[in-house]
Structures are given as C-alpha cells and as structure tokens.
C-alpha cells in the first residue's frame, strides 16, 4: 500500500513537471511567433528602450541617450535589443512554475504580478548595465552579456519562486 501512494506522489510530480515543460514550450513557441517588426518598433521600444533611455539619462545626463527603434544610442554607445535580449526566458520560467504549483487562484494572480514586475526591471536594470558597459568597457560586454546577467537574471528568477512559493502553503513538509 506504501508503494501505491508513493507512486502516486511521484506521477504527480511528473505530471507537474510535464506541464511546467509544456507551459514554458508554449510560452516559447508563441514568442516566437511574434513578428520582429511588431519588437522593434512597437514592444521593444515603447516598454524597454524609451524606459531605459530615460533612466539612464536620469542617472548620467551627459550620456544623452536616445531611443530609436530598438536602439539606445549615444556619441558612446549603439546598443541594440534582440529577441532573446528581453529577459522573456527567465520570465516564461517564472510564470510556468507559478501557474503549475499548487497554490489558490488569489496567489498565483499575486506571483504572476509580482514575478512579471521582478523580472521586468531586473531586465531594464540588465540593460542599463550594459549600455555602461558598452560604452565604458566594451571588452567586458560579451561576457557580461552572455553569462554574468543572464545567469544573474535566472538566479534571482529561481530565489523569487522560491519565496513565492514557501509562502504559498501552510502545509508541513516532512523531510525526504
């Protein structure tokens, strides 16, 4: 009987990996069905190169960085964002394991939102840094670019479910 409700446990923990998977894929595939057109011009920069421009001429006004299309642009910097440059990784990662846990309705709308907003500015933070960067040190880009943000990006992705999700149940969990 032990060994029934052990498998049990475990095809529900295979049912929720499956699905974090399929949600995650799906969140994949339809990004990549977004024509690149509609990110230049339209998402990139009305929700990431105008915002970051604006901080950054906040933070170092001399910079006078401008936003154009999906560029920041500067007499120091040309710095262009890409699919794949827009944190949407981390954040399919997040809302997947948000929507698949067990947890009511109220708190997954709370980490959904929560998750977004982190993830959001941990991205316009990440490519704020890089314009500095850039502009400052472009040695240092393809390496803060390719490794350090993103692997920074998912840490701080994983710490925040790991939060959310500590806080979403009362049960007890008895040790492994």
Known sequence: MSNNTNFTGKSREWLTF????GCYVLFDYAYFKIPVDLFS??????????????????LAPLEQVLA???????????LEIVRG???????????????VFPSGLKRKVL?????????????L?????????????PGWFQLIHTYVAP??????GCFYFAWWAFGSTNRLHEPA
Request: charged share 5%.
């Open 18 to 21: 499956t699905l974090f998977v």
């Open 41 to 58: 011009n339209v998402i990139y920069y009305h929700g990431v190169v105008t915002v970051c421009a604006d901080v950054l001429n906040w």
């Open 151 to 156: 692997t920074l990006m998912v840490i701080f």
């Open 68 to 78: 154009k299309q999906n560029h920041l642009l500067s007499a120091k910097a040309n």
């Open 125 to 137: 933070l990440r490519i704020c840094v890089l314009y500095f960067v850039i502009a400052y040190q």
């Open 85 to 99: 440059c827009d944190g949407a990784g981390v954040l399919f990662l997040v809302v997947s394991a948000v929507l």
């Open 111 to 123: 980490g959904l939102l929560l998750g977004t907003g982190l993830i959001y500015g941990l991205n």
